[in-house]
């Protein structure tokens, strides 16, 4: 369908006050890479007219021609109107300065646990002088994570695995696309199935945590991701459950498990009450993740 562009938008700026305009009288949902009109309206209008994502501020005064405001409106309106999460529109997603490919077959990249492993994970990791050596990512999706441990950690090999062949289709593109072939695996199986005798220091998950009462209120945009790497039952610790019931068979002595499970603490808690959780916090939230020493497992 052909959207019609408003004749009285010619620059940059003017597209960009339009499109936060738009998107706050809609009451678009954010938290999938952005958390405001403004940041998400800047992304998608730099990258429609294939402009420096950093450089906002040159461009602003630019008279744009009636093809590139033909292209804005038309990306508003899969915004807006159809409710299209941004990272499915331009086809990317970013973690800090990586840049990941991704598509309606995976949930779209945000993590607490990037943001702890910014920082090497400290002083957890304090312990491993040369680093986790071998590192898992549980249902890594677009294997953001996988990747991102890598970079941070270059001595170690990371294995991913997802349930889903679709993600892991999805998670070869972004392994290619780093160069790390020869350092990330991906296996496709649920959870520890395909990845009998193998041992880490290391494990990650950003698994499902998604009550079923709060996927029935999911905004439109949340809806479009895959259910599957989302939803986790009636406390929404399914998933968080059995990977805490089977990491001690796949931590090395010293080793940590750190799962994210974002506003589930009290659930958490509940659902784990014999165990010394320790919860971490980021910059962006109180105890979106806990970590777990192999000792602690038993």
């Known amino acids: 369908m052909t959207v019609t562009a408003p004749p009285e938008l010619n620059t940059v700026r003017d597209w960009l006050r339009y499109a936060v305009s738009r998107m706050r009288a809609a009451d678009v949902a954010f938290g999938q890479g952005f958390v405001d009109a403004y940041d998400e309206a800047a992304y998608l209008v730099l990258h429609t007219l294939h402009l420096p994502l950093d450089r906002l501020e040159p461009f602003l005064d630019a008279h744009l021609s009636g093809a590139e405001c033909r292209a804005i409106a038309q990306v508003l309106d899969r915004r807006v109107t159809d409710r299209e999460p941004a990272a ?14 991704v598509d309606s077959r995976v949930i779209i990249p945000r993590s607490h646990i990037f943001e702890l492993m910014q920082d090497g994970f400290e002083p957890w990791l304090d312990d491993m002088a040369e680093g986790p050596g071998h590192v898992l990512d549980l249902c890594t999706g677009s294997a953001c994570l996988a990747i991102a441990a890598a970079h941070y950690f270059p001595e170690a090999q990371v294995d991913a695995v997802d349930l889903s062949a679709g993600a892991l289709e999805v998670a070869a593109l972004n392994v290619a696309d780093h160069g790390l072939a020869d350092r990330v695996e991906l296996l496709h199986g649920d959870l520890f199935a395909p990845l009998k005798g193998r041992r880490y220091g290391l494990i990650l998950s950003n698994p499902p945590y998604v009550t079923d009462d709060a996927m029935a209120a999911l905004p439109d945009e949340f809806q479009r991701e895959p259910a599957m790497a989302l939803a986790a039952g009636a406390d929404g610790m399914d998933i968080v459950r059995r990977i805490v019931a089977d990491a001690r068979t796949h931590l090395n ?40 020493r192999a000792e602690d497992l038993g």
């Open 88 to 101: 499915y529109i331009t086809g990317e997603a970013w973690l800090g300065p990586l840049r990941f490919k």
């Open 253 to 292: 002595p010293g080793g940590l498990l750190l799962v994210e499970v974002g506003h589930n603490q009290a659930e958490t808690e509940q659902a784990l009450p014999d165990l010394p959780l320790v919860w971490l916090d980021t910059p962006s939230a109180s105890a979106p993740v806990f970590l777990l």
